[in-house]
């Protein structure tokens, strides 16, 4: 917990001076890398980096719940303000991760009223956001808001459609399939990104509208067009699989620490997948930084109970 607090000012300082940038260039450059030849001051790098280390070693520690509630709320806080760069799904996908957490861990119940509250947050929130990154006036009118939501929503089901269509030309056309750039993580959009990786996103996108492309706009991907990908026998292994996978992972979850840990990275990909890359962003990298907290946590935990266990017998002999 100490990690993640002395973490958030620095974060938070850092956040506010890539706002002000994407502002100044437009939302669609978060997607072409221009926050990458921003210059932060020393104090704010690496901040992002401690507070997700300190906000992974507060769960696994399972916390009581009134220390979490405070602790993820601050959490999501700085997720909010991460999203204001253009992208819902950083601060959506971690709310229901949160939420997750909150229901699976205490074994909370999450009430009919509350979803459906979670439910209008939702479509609020993003159409606020989408008012914010294309500078319009936003409106309340409830009704317009549900369409557009649902309509932009919609896009996602383009994809596999779209996939279909230019089956000629991008089905199996890389050097490896989709389905697996998710294990190395995805490239700002360029004609380097292109040639150099092999994503879905990427690849239909510029297939669609090269100008846009290079712009930073995009359709997204579909982890069900990365499936078709491989041909329509490993569609259906797969989602077999995945169903298998996801009842044993909820089965277990919170009866093994490590694949507690492992929730941060996977259920927030599990909520994002139809509109994202079966394995999220960047599995290897993510799954290296959990198991080396992992062992980290327990290498100290080990050690201090060798200590208390030492104490303890020294009482014992005087």
Same mark, same amino acid.
């Given at each position: +917990? ?15 001076l ?28 690496g ?23 405070f602790?993820? #709320?601050?959490?999501? +806080?700085v %997720? ?6 253009? #992208? ?10 949160? +939420?997750w ?47 557009n ?12 459609g779209?996939?279909?269509?230019? %089956? ?19 490239k700002?959009?360029?004609m ?5 990786t ?5 690849r ?10 290079? %712009?930073?706009?995009?359709i ?64 290897? %990298? ?18 201090y ?14």
């Amino acid at each position: +917990m100490f990690l993640f607090i002395i973490s958030l000012p620095a974060l938070a300082y850092k956040m506010l001076l890539q706002l002000k940038v994407i502002l100044s260039a437009g939302y669609e450059a978060y997607y072409t890398g221009i926050l990458k030849s921003v210059e932060y001051p020393v104090f704010t790098k690496g901040s992002g980096t401690i507070m997700t280390i300190g906000f992974l070693i507060f769960l696994i520690s399972i916390p009581k719940k009134k220390k979490f509630l405070f602790v993820s #709320a601050l959490y999501l +806080m700085v %997720k909010l303000l991460d999203s204001f760069k253009g #992208a819902r799904a950083i601060f959506l996908t971690q709310l229901l991760f949160v +939420m997750w957490y909150y229901a699976k861990v205490y074994g909370i119940k999450i009430k009919p009223k509350t979803m459906v509250k979670l439910t209008a947050f939702t479509v609020i929130f993003s159409q606020f956001l989408v008012s914010f990154r294309s500078k319009k006036i936003f409106s309340f009118d409830l009704i317009n808001s549900i369409c557009n939501f649902l309509f932009s929503q919609g896009v996602s089901y383009l994809v596999l459609g779209y996939t279909v269509n230019f %089956k000629g030309k991008i089905v199996g056309a890389g050097p490896y399939p989709y389905i697996l750039q998710g294990l190395f993580g995805f490239k700002p959009q360029s004609m380097d990104t292109l040639y150099m990786t092999n994503s879905l996103a990427d690849r239909l996108t510029y297939e669609l509208d090269p100008t846009a492309y290079l %712009k930073g706009e995009g359709i997204g991907s579909n982890y069900i067009a990365e499936m078709y990908d491989l041909g329509y026998i490993w569609l259906i292994i797969i989602s077999i699989l995945l169903g298998i996978a996801i009842i044993k992972y909820e089965k277990y979850v919170v009866k093994n620490r490590f694949l507690l840990l492992t929730s941060y990275y996977f259920i927030p990909n599990l909520f994002y997948i139809p509109r994202g890359s079966f394995f999220g962003d960047g599995l290897i %990298k993510n799954m290296a930084l959990l198991v080396a907290v992992y062992a980290i946590v327990t290498s100290i935990d080990y050690m201090y109970k060798q200590i208390e266990k030492k104490r303890e017998l020294e009482r014992i002999k005087v």
